[in-house]
């Protein structure tokens, strides 16, 4: 195991944790599906996720799903510039069609490749 992770990890430089350093949370390498990310791109990454599986679980257990309009416009920040990549790896389908007077909630969504 411990050789895979090396290969995984190789160039990366070492967690804080493991040299008893101490790194901004930015500049810290995380370890992510895709491979190693500083960690400026992983909180926005680790952001998304929950903000979207929120809005999933209430949808599917009949709650209020109204996403809050600041907390969208931050993620559309995060999300916005990576959505080739994201949509690369499978993490998001392809755009759905909307109005063109849909919400800004559906418009969010709609970029995300989800309905509602």
């Keep these: 195991m411990s050789s895979v992770v090396s290969q995984q ?3 990366t430089p070492p967690h804080p944790a ?30 998304l996720d929950v903000l979207v ?4 679980i209430a949808v599917a257990t009949g709650q209020d799903h109204t996403i809050d309009p600041l907390l969208m416009q931050a993620c559309r920040q995060v999300i916005e510039p990576q959505l080739e990549a994201f ?8 755009e759905v069609a909307v109005p063109a007077d849909a919400s800004a909630q559906t418009q969010f ?7 509602g």
């Design 18 to 47: 493991r040299t008893g350093t101490r790194t901004p949370w930015s500049t810290t390498w995380f370890p992510a599906t895709c491979g190693p990310l500083p960690g400026s791109i992983y909180a926005g990454h680790r952001f």
């Design 109 to 115: 969504l709609a970029l995300l490749g989800r309905t």
């Design 53 to 56: 599986h929120g809005w999933d």
């Design 9 to 11: 990890t190789a160039g």
């Design 87 to 94: 949509r690369s790896t499978g993490a998001l389908g392809p």
